[in-house]
C-alpha cells in the first residue's frame, strides 16, 4: 500500500471569548506520539477531507485541508492533537473524538481559516463606499483603531475576497473595501460569522471587534470581527 505521512497541528486550543466558548469543542493537549493507520472511509467537503482510519489502538476520524486520499491507503498521524465533541455542519455529523492536521509538505493547517478556502482574484481596485448607520467603519478604520475599539460593535461594508466554511463551527470571511494598504496590512479584515457568503458579494457585517485573539497552537490574530450579522 502507498504511504503518506500526515503531520498533525491543530489550532483552536484556547477559546477565550463565550460565543467560541459555547460553539468549539474542547481540546486535548497535542501528543508528540505517532498515529499509523488504514484508510477506511474518506469524505470530501469544502475545506475538509475527513478520513477515518484503522489503527492498532481502535478506529479514529482524522480531518485534513482537501487532498485525493484513497480508502486503503496506510497513514501516518504525528504531533497529534485531538478535538472533542467536534460538529461538522457540512456532514451533519458530530465526532466525539477526531484529529485535524496537514498532509506532508504542505503548510495548510486544518482548522486554519487562512488555508485553503476560496479566494478571490485580486485584478481590479476595490471600492465600496463605507457602512452607514451607528458604528460605521471602514476596514482600515477598524484595523488603525482596534484598541478603541475593542470589544465594542462596527458596522463594515466591503467585497468578500476569501472565504472558508464550517471552520471549527464557524464561515471565516475576508473583506475588502479599498481602504487601507497592503503594505501593512491594513486594508483586508478578517470576519468569523455562521452566515454564508459567497466571493465576490459585497455585504454589510455588524459585529464585535476583538484584539489579539488567541486561538492556540500559534494562531493569533491582531484583530478581527466576530459574532457578525451579514446583509446584503
Not at 467603519?137 to 476569501?162: F, H, N, Q
Request: cysteine-free; glycine content about 8%.
Amino acid at each position: 500500500m502507498k504511504s503518506l505521512t500526515l503531520s498533525i497541528v491543530l489550532a483552536g486550543a484556547s477559546l477565550a471569548s463565550s460565543v467560541w466558548a459555547a460553539d468549539a469543542p474542547a481540546m486535548a493537549a497535542p501528543s508528540s506520539a505517532v498515529m499509523t493507520g488504514v484508510i477506511l472511509e474518506v469524505k470530501d467537503v469544502d475545506s475538509y477531507t475527513y478520513i477515518r482510519l484503522k489503527t492498532k489502538d481502535g478506529e479514529t476520524w482524522a480531518a485534513v485541508s482537501t487532498a485525493p486520499l484513497k480508502v486503503g491507503a496506510t497513514v501516518t498521524l504525528g504531533n497529534t492533537m485531538v478535538m472533542k465533541n467536534f460538529e461538522s455542519k457540512s456532514l451533519k455529523k458530530t465526532f466525539p473524538s477526531i484529529v485535524f492536521g496537514t498532509l506532508a509538505g504542505s503548510d495548510k493547517k486544518a482548522g486554519d481559516p487562512h488555508a485553503g478556502g476560496a479566494k478571490l482574484a485580486n485584478t481590479t481596485p476595490i471600492q465600496v463606499p463605507k457602512a452607514t448607520g451607528a458604528n460605521a467603519r471602514t476596514v482600515a478604520e477598524v484595523i488603525t483603531k482596534s484598541a478603541e475599539l475593542k470589544d465594542k460593535p462596527v458596522r463594515v461594508r466591503g467585497k468578500v475576497v476569501k472565504y472558508s466554511a464550517a471552520i471549527m463551527g464557524k464561515n471565516w470571511i475576508h473583506l475588502r473595501d479599498g481602504s487601507g494598504s497592503d503594505a501593512d496590512n491594513t486594508n483586508d479584515i478578517l470576519v468569523t460569522s455562521a452566515a454564508p457568503v459567497k466571493l465576490g458579494d459585497v455585504v454589510t457585517v455588524s459585529g464585535l471587534v476583538r484584539v489579539n485573539k488567541d486561538f492556540g497552537a500559534g494562531y493569533t490574530y491582531k484583530v478581527l470581527i466576530e459574532e457578525a450579522t451579514i446583509q446584503p
